[in-house]
């Protein structure tokens, strides 16, 4: 292959959804024993929206990946690879969520999967869609993080439902032959051994749906959450050190650091860190709490819908959790 004819992968555009309803810190105060005080001091969350109980991820991630396919200026019969990042699809085991989004968009016949690495997902797939679209393989790739988290979460446990919300984010990752407009780098991993810091024990072939499940809650998420904190700091810091050294670019070049949105403690101990001017941080955390694999696709279409993001600014993506995995990307943003 002539190096005219080299395919990079891009992200062309970028969409992103949330349903009407709010749920705020005070309405949450009269669920649980928590306080709007404790919530915004711990987390920096004002509020989150959730979805209706007739509402199903693949419904948020159709509206989020119609923006994107309009603003990619493409149809959805250019779109050859669909991809749902999601721990909350829309049934458990089968089909995938990715299936049905293609259905509802009217795509028919593409290879169309979800991806299960937590808040990681989107940026896992990210590196799914370089693969693919750098193999020659595919051309346009849909790339969705939806999540309807409310599905999983106890409204009984103040130590989880205080921190997640529902909402969905996607981007046109799209070939290209421009340098330029390459994603420049992904680093991705894992470590199964902290599995137990933040999962979901049912359903699943471990503890099958049962009475015993639903008597005891196994279907909820359950995290640690210190230790989950300890380590996000710990591993997102590292991480974004390593991809920037790794491409001999520097933080001040970057425009725009979009970490996954768990915590604002956590993105603020990490900019700290990497001495981020507080221009350079997107941080959304405090009106949509943390949106698993919807959250940095979502802070992208933020800055997008502002204005902020223009064509050619460099976005240092980074993310943490359940699994463990963690993520981080280096790309232009390559969308009008
Ligand atoms: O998205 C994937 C990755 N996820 C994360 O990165 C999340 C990481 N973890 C966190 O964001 C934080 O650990 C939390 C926000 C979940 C908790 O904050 P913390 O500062 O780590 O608090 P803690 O768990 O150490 O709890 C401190 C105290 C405890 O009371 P005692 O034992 O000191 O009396 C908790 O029972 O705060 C209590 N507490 C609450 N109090 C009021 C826990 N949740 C609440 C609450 N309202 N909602």
């Known amino acids: 292959m002539s190096s005219s004819q080299r395919k990079y992968a891009s992200m062309r555009s970028i969409g992103a959804y949330v349903p009407p309803r709010i749920l705020s810190n005070a309405d949450l105060e009269k669920m649980v024993d928590t306080s709007d005080e404790w919530i915004l001091k711990r987390t920096g969350i004002s509020e989150r929206h959730i979805a209706d109980d007739d509402v199903a991820t693949s419904d948020l991630a159709v509206e989020a990946a119609r923006d994107a396919i309009a603003r990619a200026e493409l149809e959805t019969g250019d779109i050859d690879l669909v991809l749902c990042a999601t721990v909350t699809p829309d049934y458990f085991n089968m089909p995938a969520t990715a299936c049905i989004i293609s259905d509802k968009l009217g795509i028919r016949n593409v290879q169309a999967f979800d991806?299960?690495?937590?808040?990681?997902?989107?940026?896992?797939?990210?590196?799914?869609?370089?693969?693919?679209?750098?193999?020659?393989?595919?051309?346009?790739?849909?790339?969705?993080?939806?999540?309807?988290?409310?599905?999983?979460?106890d409204y009984t446990d103040r130590s989880t439902c205080i921190l997640f919300g529902d909402g969905a984010g996607a981007a046109v990752i799209a070939a290209t032959e421009d340098s330029g407009e390459r994603i420049i780098d992904i680093h991705a991993s894992a470590d199964g051994s902290y599995a137990d810091f933040l999962m979901t024990p049912a359903?699943?072939?471990?503890?099958?749906?049962?009475?015993?499940?639903?008597?005891?809650?196994?279907?909820?998420?359950?995290m640690k959450g210190n230790e989950t904190f300890k380590l996000a700091v710990k591993t997102l810091t590292k991480d974004v050190r390593e991809i920037l050294e790794h491409n001999g670019i520097q933080a001040e070049e970057i425009d725009h650091f979009i970490p996954h949105q768990a915590n604002y403690r956590i993105i603020k101990a990490v900019g700290d860190a990497l001495k981020m001017r507080e221009d350079q941080i997107v941080l959304t955390v405090q009106k949509y709490g943390n949106t698993s694999a919807a959250s940095i696709p979502m802070a992208i279409n933020d800055i997008y819908e502002e204005g902020r993001l223009r064509y050619g600014d460099l976005m240092l993506l980074d993310t943490f959790g359940g699994g463990l995995t963690w993520a981080s990307a280096l790309l232009p943003f390559a969308g009008k």
């Open 203 to 222: 359903p699943g072939s471990v503890n099958p749906c049962s009475q015993k499940v639903l008597e005891e809650g196994l279907q909820y998420v359950k």
């Open 115 to 153: 991806i299960s690495a937590a808040c990681s997902g989107f940026v896992y797939g990210l590196s799914i869609a370089k693969a693919f679209i750098e193999s020659g393989m595919k051309r346009n790739v849909l790339l969705i993080g939806a999540e309807k988290f409310s599905s999983i979460v």
